[in-house]
């Protein structure tokens, strides 16, 4: 596990070196114009690879990120899940969601066993998303009974995210 999250930990720093978008030229014209430029190398729409369809929460602001330069530093939000007595409820699934009920990729959520919290999105989102406001759902089971039912507001600037509405704890029965 420590292994898993030491790599997990390097691709993140890695994916938010640059937060400029990858611009690649199309040689060959396949999936787009010949020399035509996307933002992701062989994808004809120039859509990041986490981009959730229309009328799902997102709203973007045109956002020039050239010339900023991000900090090594890789922001997650996490939210505490406790029993009355104060005991961390361990989940037996759980995931975070766009408002539409599509599950996001597993690299933006998890548990961190050291702060014995739950990682409901991170800076993993950022690249393709720079300047976008984003309602993501993060969603907890028991056995077969959701427990935790949480909506987050996120912004993403060009470097990191910043959780705007949303709560960083909740309390089951």
Not at 107 to 113: A, F, N, P, S
Request: hydrophobic share 30%; with cysteine; aromatic share 8%.
């Amino acid at each position: 596990m420590t292994k898993k999250l030491m790599m997990l930990s390097a691709m993140f720093a890695i994916a938010i070196a640059s937060c400029t978008k990858p611009i690649t030229t199309n040689p060959t014209g396949s999936g787009g114009t010949k020399g035509e430029k996307t933002g992701y190398k062989n994808d004809s729409t120039g859509k990041p690879p986490y981009d959730i369809e229309e009328g799902c929460g997102d709203t973007a602001a045109p956002v020039d990120c050239s010339g900023i330069y991000c900090t090594q530093e890789v922001r997650m939000l996490f939210l505490d899940v406790k029993n009355s007595a104060g005991t961390t409820v361990t989940l037996t699934s759980f995931h975070t969601e766009d408002m539409a009920g599509n599950k996001l990729p597993a690299d933006l959520y998890g548990y961190d066993k050291w702060r014995d919290a739950y990682m409901v999105f991170n800076d993993s989102w950022v690249k393709g998303h720079e300047g976008t406001t984003k309602k993501v759902r993060f969603v907890g089971y028991v056995g077969s009974t959701k427990v935790v039912d949480e909506v987050y507001t996120i912004v993403t600037d060009c470097c990191h995210i910043e959780k705007t509405a949303g709560k960083d704890s909740v309390v089951l029965p």
